[in-house]
């Protein structure tokens, strides 16, 4: 009978009923991971919130967000591949 237990993170990552959960803890995940994502980019960009398969990031300097507009697809690439999920974030919105 003992086997027939599951572990809390089992049940967490397999039952479908959770996987609305699981999503929103993943988009939060977007913005609180960014840092170790993009240590170098912590002092002129601040990820303010993801949703909707997009994250928003505010950069104060017009200059900074016009050149990582140009890297946008940089940047989703490599948090994508962070998460392991091609699909995860698609676009980018800059905000100063």
Do not use: C, H, W
Request: positive net charge; aromatic residues 12%.
């Amino acid at each position: 009978m003992a086997e027939s237990f599951k572990s809390f993170g089992e049940i967490f990552t397999t039952e479908p009923g959770l996987a609305k959960i699981r999503k929103m803890m993943q988009q939060g995940d977007v913005v609180v991971e960014f840092e170790k994502i993009f240590p170098e980019l912590m002092k002129v960009v601040v990820p303010v919130r993801f949703e909707k398969k997009t994250l928003l990031l505010k950069i104060e300097n017009a200059a900074l967000r016009s050149e990582f507009k140009y890297k946008e697809s940089l940047i989703i690439e490599k948090i994508n591949k962070y998460f392991n999920d091609d699909k995860l974030v698609k676009y980018v919105k800059f905000t100063g």
